[in-house]
């Protein structure tokens, strides 16, 4: 059964950072392309950040270019969005997700001042 469990979520102004980590609980992560989506209320779903098994190919939306970075580490099981310069509209429940369908509980980021 394959678990995924966010973390480092929370309340930050804007023009802050915060570091969001994904712990994967099997073996077939680092084969497994990983993605961070995000949904804000009244709002669809949106991909923010895709990272390829190996962590060599990565691509963002538009709307986070140049402040979000995603990363993974294969021996701890661990994807990581690194989220710079956060504005309001970031605010969202941000969720990572194994392909192809395996989605963890998700974490609040909120940007307010």
């Known amino acids: 059964q394959v678990r995924l469990v966010e973390s480092g979520g929370g309340l930050v102004q804007p023009g802050g950072s915060l570091r969001l980590s994904c712990a994967a609980s099997t073996f077939y992560f680092r084969t497994a392309v990983m993605s961070w989506y995000r949904q804000a209320p009244g709002k669809e779903r949106e991909l923010v950040a895709t990272?390829?098994?190996?962590?060599?190919?990565?691509n963002y939306a538009d709307s986070v270019k140049g402040r979000f970075t995603i990363s993974r580490d294969n021996a701890k099981n661990t994807v990581y969005l690194q989220m710079n310069s956060l504005k309001p509209e970031d605010t969202a429940v941000y969720y990572c997700?194994?392909?192809?369908?395996?989605w963890g509980q998700g974490t609040q980021v909120t940007v307010s001042s």
């Open positions: 997700t194994l392909h192809p369908n395996y």
């Open positions: 990272i390829s098994s190996s962590g060599g190919s990565t």
